[in-house]
């Protein structure tokens, strides 16, 4: 069982950046593929980024590519979205999710657990 915090939402103008957090408890965080997703209004819930157990591949969607940064912490439990240069469209709750026992992936369904979602929010 792997439960999971997001934390670090909020309200930032276009252009600014924000570093959302993901509090993972259990032991299997260092043996999960971990993600970032993101559901705006009205929209289905989309790939942001990936990374496999020890850090060492990560996957972005073409959207977010050379503007945000996953990354995470074994010895901590903890998954990190570090986002730059952000635009409007980038607005939507992000959810952190965790694969365990198998190799990242950008497909929702294949995600064991999820975390109850953080608001971003970028105003023009």
């Known amino acids: 069982q792997v439960q999971l915090v997001e934390s670090g939402g909020g309200l930032v103008q276009a252009g600014g950046s924000l570093r959302l957090s993901c509090a993972a408890s259990?032991?299997?965080?260092?043996?999960?593929?971990m993600g970032w997703f993101r559901q705006a209004p009205g929209k289905e819930r989309e790939f942001v980024a990936a990374?496999?157990?020890?850090?060492?591949?990560?996957d972005y969607a073409d959207s977010v590519k050379g503007r945000f940064t996953i990354s995470r912490d074994n010895a901590r439990s903890t998954l990190y979205l570090q986002m730059s240069s952000l635009k409007p469209e980038d607005t939507a709750v992000y959810y952190c999710?965790?694969?365990?026992?198998?190799?990242?992936?950008?497909?929702?369904?294949?995600?064991?657990?999820w975390g109850q979602g953080t608001q971003v929010t970028v105003s023009s």
């Open positions: 999710a965790a694969r365990v026992g198998s190799a990242y992936s950008a497909i929702v369904n294949d995600y064991n657990y």
């Open positions: 259990g032991r299997t965080f260092s043996n999960a593929a």
């Open positions: 990374i496999n157990w020890n850090g060492g591949i990560r």
